[in-house]
Each structure stands twice: as C-alpha cells, then as structure tokens.
C-alpha cells in the first residue's frame, strides 16, 4: 500500500479545488483533515496502482499551482477591479501564457518529492515562477491604467495566445460546465477558478487554445457569445 499527505493553506485551497481534483482519481483513496489555517489529505493506493496515483497526484498538484494559484498572484497585481468578460479573456491568456514550459517545470521540482507542502513548494521551489506571474499582473496593471476598450483588450488578449491549436469545442447546455472536444473526442477538464459560469468557459476555451467553438442556439447569453467571438470563430447550430 502506497501512503502520503499533502497540506495546503486554506487560502490556497479556495473552494476545496485540491479536493475535487482529488476526487476524479480512480483507486485513490483520501481522508481530509484541517489543523487551523491548513488543510490537510491523508492520500493512500493499493500497490499495483501506486505509478498510476502517485503521477495522477503530482498532476492534481501543479494544476492547482498553475490555475488557481497562479491567477492569485496574478490578480495580487492588479487590485481590487471587477472582472468582466473582456478582462478574463486577457488575465486567462496570461495564465497560460508559457504553460507548457511551465508545467514541466513544476512537475520536475516536485517529482522525487514523498510528501507534499504545497506552500512550502510555491514559496521555496517555485519562487523564480512566483515573481515572473507578478508581473505578469503588473502588465495587466499597466493595460487598465492606460483606458484600453474592450476590443483593445480582446486584441491583446488574442494576441497573447499566439497560434491556435486546430480544436473546435462544443459547449453543452448544462448546469455544470460540460465542455466536449469535438476534434478529439472527449469531455476537456474547465478549471473552476472564476466565480463566474462564463468566465470559467472563456478560461477554458483560452487554456485550451480552441480555433473554433461551437453552441447550440440559446445556450449561451448575449455577453458570453460576444466574448467567444472576440476571441474564436463561433458556430451556432
């Protein structure tokens, strides 16, 4: 039986994103605790599937790093501004902006690690990563102080994501956010990390680098269809 535990800050883990990762791990088992301002997971797997849990683990970790941390830093940069759509779509670009190069990069600093102090990791290992995500807040500072409109900030957003993979994504009618990779198959995973339904959406279609998007008539609001436009060819069936 293979065993760890990971203790993050509850000011990291905002809304138990660690735990819902978690969850989606086939044969792993957990039992959450908390000890003042720390979460914390007793994290077990039988044996034969110890490879596949331990990597599925270091997975769940960096995307904790790299979506909801990051953007933390990120939006530490920019005060307090209301975040509409435009400026999702900017502040998202900038969150995977590098991402490849980036998850290698954390997943290299926690691969020989048996126990997990996501904290510890962010300010000690990452701390190089930490100062290059503030400012990248400091460029999105620097654009709103400026007056940019929205189709401004669209453009730089756009611009920001470089070339586009050939993938077109379906969004489905729901309540959760069910995102189906038409070109490949398969729902995508939408990272939770906005308040917002529609902002959560323009992150998904921004980290997946979507050339094509496409709705069913009346499943998405004025707004967030003007938002999908700004940023890639939109079908409506």
């Not at 065993?3 to 994103?17: M, P, V």
């Not at 020989?112 to 510890?120: E, S």
């Not at 990779?181 to 992150?203: F, R």
Request: aromatic share 8%; hydrophobic share 40%; with cysteine.
């Amino acid at each position: 039986m293979w065993q760890s535990n990971i203790l993050i800050s509850k000011n990291l883990n905002a809304d138990g994103i660690l735990k819902k990762s978690l969850e989606r791990i086939d044969g792993l088992y957990f039992a959450e605790g908390e000890d003042g301002q720390w979460h914390t997971f007793d994290i077990a797997a039988k044996e034969k599937d110890r490879e596949t849990c331990e990597g599925a683990v270091r997975e769940s970790i960096g995307d904790v790093i790299l979506n909801s941390v990051k953007l933390q830093r990120i939006l530490s940069q920019i005060g307090k501004v209301k975040i509409n759509s435009s400026l999702c779509a900017l502040i998202s670009s900038m969150l995977y902006y590098d991402s490849e190069k980036e998850h290698d990069f954390v997943q290299k600093q926690i691969a020989r690690l048996d126990r997990y102090c996501i904290d510890g990791i962010i300010d000690f290992r990452l701390r190089e990563l930490v100062e290059e995500w503030k400012e990248l807040g400091n460029i999105i500072s620097s654009t709103l102080e400026k007056g940019y409109g929205e189709k401004e900030i669209y453009s730089l957003a756009v611009y920001m994501l470089g070339e586009r993979k050939n993938t077109s994504l379906f969004i489905a009618d729901s309540k959760e956010i069910l995102i189906t990779n038409v070109s490949q198959g398969g729902l995508v995973n939408a990272p939770e990390i906005y308040p917002d339904k529609s902002h959560n959406i323009i992150n998904a279609i921004v980290k997946y680098g979507a050339s094509e998007v496409v709705v069913e008539r009346g499943n998405v609001d004025k707004e967030l269809l003007n938002a999908l436009r700004n940023l890639v060819d939109v079908k409506i069936l």
